[in-house]
């Protein structure tokens, strides 16, 4: 309990500044404090089990990571091991500017505009509504399953993410999507939708069923899509009938993409213990390596702001603390402490 109180202490003095920096541990109603809280204040938020949480208000919200512990983990991240976890997310249409950080939940549904998600670990992503669209969703730096955005959200933002899962775009739409690793999934772009920027990700081969039935990636050459500087490991397909990356014309799918590329040496060979998110690093002779636009890594891990491993926020952490058992009466209390800044 101390080391917590102690961890959380340093969280919180270094985060401080003009906003209101509030501490919720273990055991509180975390939808209660964020009910309380004034607009715009940081929610530091220690390992432990929170139920589902609905933003109502511009908050910021920062957890701890994941993949700390356990048999397959990044370790000597965080001194504390322990893990934010939300049971599902909602931001609803008064949490424009809201922000979450190293945090774990099952689902996260968007219904508002402005909103980030960063470092976090999650299932399925649903932006807008059959009725209802917003705008300006921003992912970067996460590890999740699938996602869903609904006709006419606009400036859709997928940087530097690990996809695990399938993806699917609405009409009349647009996103971006920049140095992403998708895995085990298939990708499909409505034939209505707005065109899609697609640079700099890898689209991982483990598909041999039809387009019809999902197991491509499919976007469809008719939405004008741009794809450039992307790697794939299958043929690129544009719709049942089953067009290849050949017919989608220099507008579309450029010659700087990638196609048919060896998978077996595109990620660095995983050990029994290794984390699920550490696996998609790049092998030294990865054909992803330099694949990228302006002869950057392809992928989550790289361009200027690669993926960090378990979703480190980007607040100061304390990653070792040392405190002794026991200490002699009247003696000296020694704690030696390792602290690091995660940008």
């Known amino acids: 309990m101390k080391k917590l109180l102690l961890i959380s202490f340093f969280f919180i003095f270094q985060k401080a500044n003009a906003q209101t920096t509030i501490r919720v541990v273990n055991g509180q109603n975390l939808q209660t404090v964020m009910d309380a809280a004034a607009d715009n204040s940081i929610i530091i938020i220690e390992g432990g089990n929170y139920g589902n949480i609905s933003f109502n208000k511009p908050l ?55 909103i980030s998600i960063y470092r976090t670990k999650f299932g399925m992503l649903n932006i807008g509504s059959a009725v209802s669209n917003f705008n300006n969703t921003l992912l970067k730096q996460n590890l999740f399953t699938g996602f869903t955005i609904h006709p006419n959200c606009l400036n859709i933002v997928f940087n530097n993410n690990i996809i695990r899962g399938n993806g699917v775009i609405g009409g009349a739409s647009t996103s971006f999507f920049t140095n992403n690793t998708f895995v085990d999934g298939s990708f499909i772009t409505d034939a209505q ?5 697609f640079k700099s990700n890898i689209f991982f081969p483990s598909f041999t069923t039809s387009v019809c039935n999902g197991g491509y990636f499919n976007f469809f050459s008719n939405t004008q899509n741009y794809l450039i500087n992307n790697v794939f490991g299958i043929k690129v397909r544009c719709g049942c009938g089953g067009c290849s990356e050949e017919s989608f014309g220099l507008n579309d799918f450029s010659a700087t993409n ?26 030294p002779n990865s054909p992803a390596k330099g694949a990228g636009e302006g002869g950057t890594d392809a992928g ?44």
């Open 60 to 114: 910021k919200l920062y957890g701890t990571g994941y993949f700390l512990d356990g048999t397959l983990a990044n370790t000597g991240l965080q001194a504390s091991v322990a893990t934010s976890i939300i049971n599902s997310i909602t931001f609803n249409t008064n949490s424009s500017n809201s922000e979450i950080h190293g945090l774990t939940t099952n689902d996260i549904q968007v219904s508002s505009n402005q």
């Open 193 to 197: 939708g707005n065109p899609g920027i």
């Open 258 to 283: 990638k196609v048919n590329q060896n998978f077996s040496v595109m990620y660095i060979s995983p050990t029994p213990d290794m984390a699920p998110d550490a696996r998609y690093q790049l092998a």
């Open 300 to 343: 989550a891990f790289g361009g200027d702001e690669p993926y960090v491993l378990s979703g480190i926020p980007s607040i100061p952490s304390i990653y070792q603390l040392s405190v002794p058992n026991q200490v002699p009466q009247n003696g000296i209390l020694n704690i030696q402490i390792k602290a690091k800044t995660n940008n």
